[in-house]
């Protein structure tokens, strides 16, 4: 499909040939464009997520390495920050959690994982909420109601902006600039921290403390800015994905009962039960099919980055869309976009079939995905923090699914398709609100 949009011609596809083409085999004729870069500017820098060509490939070499597995398999910080979300989850005297939306708390404890894993050190969103908004000892930036909105507020203005296409200036009001400045402090508290330490030479030796992201970052490079940079491109992109994975995971549980009771048998077998868990690892979440599948399918239903897109850096071709039939290539002119749709893709009844709109983990038995399944983009530029993510979301569905033996929509989470809030991710505009029943074997909550 071609259209123009202000003036500026841009694509919109949804074909697998295409967008294999825009992230991989034509990756050297795509980049994200002028607009996007100056779009995110102001929040993300000139980060991994807002550059192109030898800027970026900086960025992808500085971060990768932060990503390996042995940095991103502990999981007992993990675990602290389950338990203080398990706090936000009282039990009545019937065995019930009232309503809840869970949502809000996925994005709770994301944020307070992230930071600690990023910056050493937790800004304790869930427990300033539980404690009734209270902010925690440290930093005025730790404060949720400064950052939190912000980082939230922020994303908001740049989806806004990225729908002005070369003209996203216009959504740059004054209240932007200074969510931005917000934001930008609160990074800057602890980027400071962690150049101070490397300079007074102060980390304990790596065999005796924890993995912190920035201190291995200021050991490459002392540069405020760029630390800055680089720290929030990362926190936006893993908090608020696994946020949403784990939103539309538990919505699409709550709707489909069988799933999620195979899916708790499976876990309590695999992994015991949620006052004498087991065997909770990298390497045993990822060898748990079933609960793999179910996350396969939430992804593909709900993709977290439904849209994305690249803007032409040179006259070249896409290999469909062009010829009566449109299986033919079609001509791209320099600075042309081209948007596409994952969402779309991921629900196409052509390559998935008829019943490619129903949430059947069951399918990931025989599929093995190409590039009709890109939950976490592709090519050079696919995403390196999707082991993190996907790990986290194991984790926490399998200490959810220890505790809980029922859970039931309620509220916006009963309509037949949930409406949709997108930003740089997308999730559910209303909230998942549900009805949970504490397994009779659980005690200590």
């Not at 820098?45 to 990768?64: T, V, Y």
């Not at 932007?176 to 330490?197: M, P, S, T």
């Not at 009566?324 to 042309?336: N, R, V």
């Not at 599929?367 to 090519?379: A, E, I, M, Q, V």
Request: with cysteine; net charge neutral.
């Amino acid at each position: 499909m071609r259209l123009s949009i202000l003036g500026n011609e841009a694509h919109f596809t949804s074909d697998p040939k295409n967008i294999q083409a825009l992230l991989a085999t034509q990756f050297k004729d795509f980049g994200l464009g002028s607009a996007r870069i100056g779009n995110f500017g102001p929040l993300m820098g000139d980060g991994i997520f807002a550059s192109d060509g030898k800027r970026w490939e900086h960025s992808r070499a500085l971060l990768r390495p932060q990503f390996a597995r042995d940095n991103i398999s502990d999981l007992e910080l993990e675990e602290m920050h389950v338990q203080n979300m398990m706090k936000a989850l009282p039990v009545n005297a019937d065995g019930w959690v009232e309503e809840t939306n869970v949502q809000l708390l996925f994005f709770r404890l994301t944020l307070d994982s992230s930071t600690e894993f990023l910056f050493g050190e937790s800004i304790d969103t869930q427990l300033a909420a539980l404690r009734g908004g209270e902010a925690g000892a440290a930093a005025a930036w730790k404060d949720e109601k400064v950052f939190g909105t912000a980082i939230d507020s922020s994303q908001s203005y740049l989806f806004k902006g990225a729908r002005f296409g070369n003209y996203y200036w216009i959504a740059h009001d004054k209240h932007f600039k200074k969510l931005c400045k917000d934001v930008h402090n609160f990074a800057d508290y602890y980027v400071d921290k962690a150049i101070k330490a490397h300079a007074s030479e102060k980390r304990r030796p790596s065999l005796m403390r924890k993995y912190v992201f920035l201190e291995e970052l200021a050991a490459q490079t002392q540069d405020p800015v760029e630390l800055r940079t680089q720290l929030l491109n990362i926190l936006i992109a893993g908090r608020d994905t696994t946020a949403c994975l784990l939103s539309w995971m538990l919505l699409l549980l709550a709707k489909n009962p069988d799933v999620f009771e195979k899916l708790r048998e499976t876990v309590i077998r695999d992994f015991g039960s949620y006052e004498n868990p087991r065997d909770i690892t990298f390497v045993s979440l990822k060898d748990c099919h079933y609960l793999q599948h179910c996350l396969n399918e939430a992804l593909r239903v709900y993709p977290v980055v439904p849209m994305d897109g690249r803007r032409a850096l040179r006259d070249t071709t896409i290999p469909r869309g062009g010829g009566a039939d449109g299986l033919s290539p079609i001509f791209i002119p320099k600075g042309t976009d081209v948007s596409y749709s994952v969402y779309v893709m991921h629900r196409r009844k052509d390559i998935w079939g008829e019943d490619a709109d129903e949430f059947k983990p069951s399918r990931w038995t025989s599929k093995r995905p190409s590039w009709d399944y890109l939950p976490f983009n592709g090519g050079p530029r696919i995403c390196i923090g999707q082991q993190f993510a996907l790990t986290e979301a194991s984790y926490v569905m399998v200490r959810l699914l220890q505790r809980f033996d029922k859970i039931e929509p309620t509220g916006p989470t009963l309509d037949a398709e949930p409406k949709m809030r997108l930003t740089l991710t997308c999730c559910p505009a209303d909230g998942v609100w549900v009805k949970m029943r504490q397994a009779k074997d659980v005690t200590s909550q």
